[in-house]
């Protein structure tokens, strides 16, 4: 009997343990599927630890600008991740709406990271959520467009089962289930109405023609020489720097940072890394390599050079990189870089813009000071600088670190540069002699003045 | 017997003009002519002792001499300043001189040589531009002539550079004679640190511009 109830309460404890675990540990669900992946409890997907933006309750995630991206992938996929058939970035996507068999991932990051070229620039995700909409096989619902079907019934409303695929019975051959309406004639093609007939063409005795001289048939009419397509403007920019390897890891590191930089006419032909400890390199390829032999926050930056030899640079070409600190690291702190990021090389009055890097791996800098050569000193918390040059000239600016013990360092090597303000181009180099009429003249002088005594013994008795 | 009274135009003529042309002419020889005879007769005279009796000073010639080259270091001007041992050119740097400026540079050129506003501070990299008389009517005894034996510079001469106390020597690579209108040299990129020294030629003219080019090197 006693072994009947402790064989009953061991299966009793098991069972609640059971049911505890199953409670605690299951995935979150939404809909008909369920989460995957969840920021904050990752693959574990119980709830959403950050909340900055994703609500599971609603399957919606939102953000105060165009900062949302929604991603629908085939399946589930085994890394509880979807990165395919991306949305564009809006304020707001929702997990409503999706078919069953469907991985959807919706993030929600800094900014927009797409930039007007459709290139992925440096963000910073906030927050997501991955869900799997659930196996159609053990769904009951219909499915959805060119899903596969073997009956009408099997497809959601307003589809027919047309040759094994869910379709639009009103256009049966499309699998997009989109309708698309008659595709307009071209010029002279045959038409009832103007509305048949491509854009800037009207119908005219059945035919489309341009409506200036409807009765050419090639639709094109005599008039100004179109003006050319301008050739578009030589451009090129640095667009971004990521750290793509080794961040947050412990000293000595080896980061790998790759820089993305366009030149619409040519090629880029190096890029110089500035990695934030003080150390420089310039290659050819966009990927390196650099290892730090000291923990902290580094400001690393790259300038790419154009097809035709101008450095660029921009505040997106710059990242920073940590390296966590070894407890038997000694102190070590230094001011690394002084960059001058515009209004060199101008006339006066220009404002220039400054950058300074440096670190402190035992705390952190805790001061920024430049010397800006014209006599005025700033010092701040922050590393940018703007100061304005009235007076063309050549100055040295020189930048300056505190670190946590309260000690300035830099002023000199890499932490100094030069800020040219011009003056007018020179068109003439400077008289640096004695006027050669003054010359010429009192050669000549000399000569009159000896001609006239001469003359004067003569003259004069 | 009568009285005839003479014109004053003679009198004019054969009295007063000759004095006032000799004394033009005498103010031109003394400031302009005399200078450039004393430079180069001391130019002449020390590389008549260097070359022939292998000395710098008459005593030299009887006395042995101990010769240590001090590499600038005995300059007077080793704040803002420049001196080339073979020319003897030791001279003050004004720097940052507006060169589109007559009147900013005359200023400046009474005191020293002027170095173009815009152009390169030594151990900034590009090309730095000094320029000075080879010859001015103005009585500013040590400095009327100061860059007048440019021309004697050749290929290797040394010449340092001082700025704000620190030393920076450049070895000369070219000399050039140029329009005063060509400016050519100055939008050219220069991949070692330069400096180009200009004067004008020939000396008591503005005909021609002398440039002498010198190059950085590590001391």
């Known amino acids: ?461 | 017997m009568k009285h005839i009274s003479r014109p004053n135009i003679p009198r004019f003529a054969f009295f007063i003009l000759p004095i006032l042309f000799l004394g033009f002419s005498l103010y031109w020889f003394a400031t302009v002519f005399l200078p450039v005879v004393f430079l180069e007769t001391q130019y002449q005279y020390r590389q008549v002792l260097l070359e022939v009796f292998h000395t710098t000073s008459l005593r030299g010639i009887f006395i042995p001499e101990f010769r240590v080259d001090l590499r600038g270091r005995a300059a007077q001007h080793n704040v803002n300043g420049i001196y080339i041992p073979k020319v003897q050119v030791d001279a003050e740097i004004i720097y940052n001189v507006d060169p589109n400026d007559q009147n900013a540079y005359t200023a400046a050129l009474k005191k020293g040589i002027a170095h173009a506003s815009g152009t390169a501070l030594p151990d900034s990299g590009g090309l730095g531009y000094y320029f000075a008389h080879s010859t001015t009517p103005n009585l500013v005894a040590q400095y009327n002539a100061v860059f007048y034996l440019l021309g004697k510079l050749e290929k290797g001469d040394d010449v340092f550079v001082w700025h704000q106390g620190k030393r920076f020597m450049y070895k000369v690579t070219e000399k050039s004679l140029t329009d005063p209108s060509d400016v050519s040299f100055l939008q050219k990129t220069y991949e070692e640190e330069t400096i180009v020294l200009q004067t004008c030629w020939p000396p008591g003219t503005t005909v021609k511009r002398m440039l002498v080019f010198a190059e950085r090197v590590e001391e």
């Open chain 1, 1 to 461: 009997m006693k072994i009947f109830q402790s064989f009953f309460s061991i299966l009793l404890f098991a069972f609640v343990v059971l049911i505890f675990a199953t409670q605690v540990y299951a995935n979150l669900k939404y809909g008909s599927g369920e989460y995957v992946n969840i920021c904050g409890t990752g693959l574990a997907a119980t709830e959403n630890k950050c909340n900055k933006g994703c609500d599971t309750s609603s399957g919606t995630c939102s953000a105060s600008g165009n900062y949302v991206v929604k991603f629908t992938c085939n399946g589930r996929t085994s890394d509880g991740e979807c990165r395919s058939n991306e949305t564009s970035f809006s304020t707001s996507q929702s997990l409503s709406g999706t078919t069953c068999g469907k991985t959807v991932q919706i993030d929600v990051f800094d900014r927009t990271c797409r930039n007007q070229y459709g290139q992925w620039e440096t963000c910073a995700l906030q927050d997501y959520i991955v869900w799997y909409s659930g196996d159609c096989s053990t769904t009951t619902t219909q499915r959805s467009c060119n899903e596969s079907c073997s009956a009408n019934s099997d497809c959601g409303s307003g589809l027919t089962c047309y040759s094994g695929s869910c379709r639009n019975p009103s256009c049966a051959s499309q699998s997009s289930c989109q309708c698309s309406p008659p595709t307009p004639s071209a010029c002279n093609g045959s038409c009832a109405t103007n509305s048949d007939c491509a854009s800037g063409l009207v119908c005219r005795s059945g035919y489309c023609r341009n409506s200036i001289c409807d009765w050419k048939t090639s639709c094109q009419c005599d008039g100004p020489t179109p003006t050319p397509t301008p050739t578009p403007e030589y451009k090129s920019s640095c667009d971004s720097l990521q750290v793509v390897g080794g961040n947050n890891s412990n000293v000595p590191s080896t980061v790998t940072l790759r820089a993305r930089a366009s030149d619409n006419k040519g090629s880029i032909q190096r890029y110089r890394y500035y990695f934030g400890d003080g150390k420089q390199e310039e290659i050819t390829s966009v990927e390196i390599q650099h290892k730090y032999e000291t923990s902290g926050s580094f400001l690393a930056r790259v300038d790419a050079q154009d097809s035709r030899g101008n450095w660029k640079s921009s505040s997106s070409c710059e990242a920073w990189v940590y390296v966590n600190s070894s407890p038997v690291e000694s102190f070590k702190s230094d001011c690394s870089n002084l960059f001058v990021n515009g209004g060199n090389n101008n006339q006066p009055p220009t404002t220039v813009q400054f950058t300074l890097t440096g670190y402190d791996n035992k705390g952190g800098i805790n001061k920024y000071k430049l010397d800006f050569g014209n006599g005025i000193v700033k010092e701040t918390d922050g590393n940018t600088f703007e100061q304005r040059y009235d007076i063309a000239g050549t100055y040295v600016a020189r930048g300056y670190i505190r670190d946590n013990k309260g000690t300035w360092k830099g002023g000199t090597g890499s932490c100094s540069q030069t800020v040219y303000v011009n003056t007018k181009p020179l068109t003439q180099q400077p008289k640096t002699g004695t006027p050669t009429l003054l010359t010429l003249g009192a050669i000549g002088s000399g000569f009159m003045g000896v001609l006239l005594l001469t003359l004067k013994k003569r003259f004069v008795a």
